[in-house]
């Protein structure tokens, strides 16, 4: 399949937080220029919608949709209000299988991008303090508690209590 538009899009923005510019790079999979439409490619194991909807905020993904979103319209504003943003899942499949991959499109509803746009606003806040402060911090001071999460311990631990 041969998309219309171009890959690989490096843009370069300025995002305004709390009267300080901060600059900004992103680079788009792929635009298709004449409708305002932003692929952006994801290979995974499960293309499903429930792995797809835990993707979406433990990698960030509504915080990338977010970014780029406000990079396109500010450096396209005639496009801005007409934009849109696809994600296209594309889930390997195994050796045996008659097909190698599975392509599933979807598209971000308002809670999400909601979600991203406020997630975004407050990581370029954070990268404007530290950049005005010059302290970048860090998880914490020498070697921290790494405890599992209550849900594996649940699954683990309460199957050989049973």
């Given amino acids: 399949i041969a ?20 600059q900004c790079r992103g680079m788009l999979d792929h635009l298709m220029w004449e ?20 993707s979406l905020y433990n990698f ?19 496009m801005a209000g007409r934009e ?3 994600f296209a899942f594309i889930e390997m499949l ?6 190698k991959s599975v392509l599933q ?8 991008r909601e979600l991203g746009r406020a997630r975004w606003t407050r ?3 954070k990268w404007a303090e530290c950049i005005d402060r010059g302290v970048w911090p860090l998880y914490g001071e020498g070697p921290l508690l790494l405890t599992p999460s209550g849900w594996v311990v649940r699954e683990e631990l309460g199957e050989r209590q049973e």
């Fill in 3 to 22: 998309l219309q538009g171009e890959s690989e899009i490096v843009l370069l923005w300025v995002e305004e937080v709390a009267g300080q510019a901060v």
């Fill in 35 to 54: 409708i305002g439409l932003i692929i952006d490619f994801k290979t995974c194991e499960s293309a499903h919608p429930e792995a797809v909807r835990r």
């Fill in 60 to 78: 960030g993904y509504d915080i990338q949709n977010a970014a780029y979103v406000s990079a396109y319209c500010k450096l396209f504003p005639d």
């Fill in 84 to 86: 849109d943003f696809i």
């Fill in 94 to 99: 195994d050796d045996g299988s008659p097909r």
């Fill in 105 to 112: 499109l979807y598209r971000p509803d308002g809670m999400a």
């Fill in 123 to 125: 990581g370029v806040k």
